[in-house]
């Protein structure tokens, strides 16, 4: 099965050159389902992997001017902090057996496998969902706004620490929405913060040690040359087209984990 996992490591990364995101979602997935990973090590891995394909991504789209730097080191300001403070003090903390349901053993890795799923499905719905213009306003630097931005900030931080998603599917419309970006600035922008926050986490993780440097770069290198080629193939395929049908095989792999992980408490 390992073979399947090294192909969809291509996929991940041409998913992000592709749409510029979603890719990220299904990372933990492979990680845990072809390569034996418990949930735990596959979301280290999975920041690791994801930080630094869209960091290659978002150097990509800097060279066409769709990455607006400052507004990223501004969301990214919280959202890294968040990151780093989850993987570091929280994830470490939490206990391995949780909870006994009528027998059922609910253990760190089923829950954060349940949770994923989850985030799976709900990602799905914002690929899946048709995007509504936003209005060509100029950020606004009110009190209102760095509220909100604080607070998507710490959300996508905790969502990022916890499941090793990069959260490009609450990235963008929060970019858009909260500072005006235009849609293909948006779409830069988050693979810049992605990166950022990812790479930020596995910092956190890195004291750890025990990391597989050689199979991590080797899916991160087939990763990259995903991206890269789904960067080409953006210019010649509608975007929007591949993001609604890979949104709905997210909504399917979702499903599948939830049922999974479910049928054991039956």
Excluded at 189 to 218: C, E, K, M, Q
């Amino acid at each position: 099965m390992e073979w399947i996992g090294y192909i969809a490591s291509l996929l991940i990364g041409m998913s992000l050159g592709l749409i510029g995101g979603g890719g990220s979602i299904l990372t933990m997935p492979v990680m845990v389902y072809f390569f034996g990973l418990s949930p735990v090590t596959a979301i280290s891995y999975s920041l690791f992997v994801v930080g630094s394909t869209s960091l290659v991504g978002a150097a990509k789209q800097y060279r066409q001017g769709a990455v607006n730097v400052r507004m990223a080191l501004l969301f990214a300001a919280t959202s890294m902090i968040t990151v780093f403070l989850t993987r570091k003090w929280l994830v470490p903390h939490i206990p391995e057996h949780i909870a006994d349901i009528h027998g059922f053993q609910v253990t760190e890795d089923w829950l954060t496998m349940v949770l994923f799923a989850v985030l799976m499905l709900i990602s799905s719905v914002f690929m899946v969902r048709k995007q509504r213009k936003a209005a060509k306003t100029k950020f606004d630097s009110g009190h209102t706004n760095i509220f909100k931005l604080v607070l998507y900030g710490t959300g996508i931080g905790l969502v990022t620490g916890l499941l090793g998603a990069g959260g490009g599917f609450l990235l963008i419309p929060a970019l858009v929405l909260l500072l005006h970006l235009p849609m293909k600035e948006a779409v830069g922008t988050s693979l810049l913060v992605i990166a950022l926050n990812s790479l930020i986490g596995f910092a956190g993780d890195v004291h750890a040690g025990n990391i597989d440097w050689r199979f991590l770069l080797t899916i991160t290198g087939l990763a990259i040359a995903g991206i890269l080629v789904g960067s080409y193939l953006n210019q010649l395929i509608p975007a929007g087209k591949l993001k609604k049908t890979f949104g709905w095989f997210v909504l399917v792999m979702g499903i599948y984990i939830l049922i999974r992980e479910m049928s054991g408490l039956s």
